[in-house]
């Protein structure tokens, strides 16, 4: 689970800049495994949705 989280995080940071690096790495620190996770990707599909733009963050959390 740590091998994906960190994957997504830096995906995350790529895609978005650090106002969501700062708010997913406080996240990190307070859940783990699925639950930052799912945590992750919907706080990150609301904000592409947003700005209209799309992340393969799909990819990532697939084992």
């Not at 800049?17 to 990150?44: A, H, M, P, Q, S």
């Amino acid at each position: 689970m740590g091998d994906i989280s960190k994957n997504i995080l830096s995906l995350v940071y790529f895609e978005t800049r650090l106002w969501f690096r700062l708010e997913i790495y406080l996240l990190d620190k307070l859940c783990t495994g699925d639950v930052v996770i799912t945590l992750i990707t919907n706080r990150v599909l609301r904000h592409m949705a947003d700005k209209k733009t799309s992340i393969a963050w799909y990819q990532l959390s697939d084992n």
